[in-house]
């Protein structure tokens, strides 16, 4: 919150041209009212609280009934925080949390909400989506890869990965590693042994499983592991016989979030930037790189770290200042 104070001002910006004499101004100013759906991470409540408050908008909070109690603290002291600035405590409100029905309520409430921010795990976005008249923003966690290609330094690789891993409910945490099957014999014992060091539980495939025989922890990958991902401290393991191989699994089960690859062969990074789809592709850097909290998967209108800047939108004024009086 600090930071954003310490920011520019989004609203305001200006910017103009002159065409057949009539000055053209575009102005940026607030969407209007916000709607913020979340699970129980009450501090999504913040995290998008922020951005929204610095463009100006107002905002409308739906959070989970798990964190009930919670979020009514916290809407109590962001409304007396709103009051002692002189600023109106209604700008922000709690809506209830404990009916699924005020989800449809509030992504059908055309006219009295500009955007609903959705964040939270697929079943609730997709929910959400499924009943959507108001325009969406999409704020979801990524079942995000690292692909460890053949030409990887291996100390690097390591690295990229247990600090992909450092925070492992964060929507960007790694939840799958993929590594070239050149590589495996030597690398995946490394990895297992390194992601136990660090706390991490390890589910391997049967190739994975035979390269580390014997080793405490490691167990056997499910589907369910490779289709949604963990948020826990646990990592799927895969061995993979070519980059295609872990381009065809990221298209079957990532979600458009963080992919990584770790390669010293700059035609297989430009191969890995070409063949994956996703708002972030990282070349031997950690998927914790999108830093952002806020990080939008979708295409339109904002993919990506979303700021307080993409939750405005522009104005025009038409001024033919030689007619006035």
């Known amino acids: 919150m600090r930071r954003l104070a310490g920011q520019p001002d ?27 759906v979340y699970e129980a991470r009450p501090i999504t409540a ?48 709690l809506l209830p949390s404990r009916e699924r029905s005020s989800i449809r309520y509030l992504v059908g409430a055309v006219g009295l909400v500009d955007l609903v921010v959705v964040r939270g795990g697929l079943r609730l976005v997709s929910s959400a989506l499924a009943d959507a008249k108001v325009p969406t923003l999409r704020l979801s966690s990524g079942n995000c890869h690292v692909y460890v290609d053949a030409a990887a330094d291996q100390q690097r690789a390591l690295d ?39 706390g991490l539980r390890v589910h391997g495939d049967e190739q994975a499983l035979r390269l580390a025989p014997g080793a405490v922890g490691l167990h056997a990958v499910t589907s369910d592991g490779w289709v949604l991902g963990y948020r826990s401290a646990d990592l799927a393991l895969g061995v993979v016989a070519s980059m295609q191989d872990a381009l065809d699994l990221i298209d079957r089960h990532g979600q458009g979030h963080v992919e990584v690859i770790v390669t010293r062969d700059a035609r297989a990074a430009d191969a890995f930037l070409a063949g994956v789809d996703a708002a972030l592709v990282a070349v031997n850097a950690p998927s914790t790189v999108a830093g952002a909290p806020l990080f939008a998967t979708q295409k339109v209108h904002v993919r990506g770290a979303v700021t307080a800047t993409d939750l405005t939108t522009n104005r025009w004024i038409a001024y033919d200042a030689p007619h006035l009086g």
């Open 160 to 198: 990229v990965i247990l600090r992909s891993k450092s925070d492992p409910s964060a929507p960007h945490a790694v939840e799958a590693v993929l590594v070239h099957a050149d590589l495996a014999p030597t690398f995946v014992p490394l990895l297992v042994e390194a992601a136990m060091r660090a």
């Open 46 to 93: 913040l995290e998008v609280l922020g951005p929204a408050l610095r463009a100006g908008n107002a905002v409308l909070l739906r959070g989970a009934p798990a964190a009930v109690r919670t979020d009514e603290v916290l809407a109590a002291v962001i409304r007396d925080a709103l009051d002692g600035e002189g600023l109106p405590g209604d700008t922000v409100a």
């Open 10 to 36: 989004p609203l305001g910006e200006e910017s103009s041209a002159t065409k057949d004499g009539v000055r053209l101004i575009q102005l940026r100013v607030p969407l209007g009212v916000l709607g913020v």
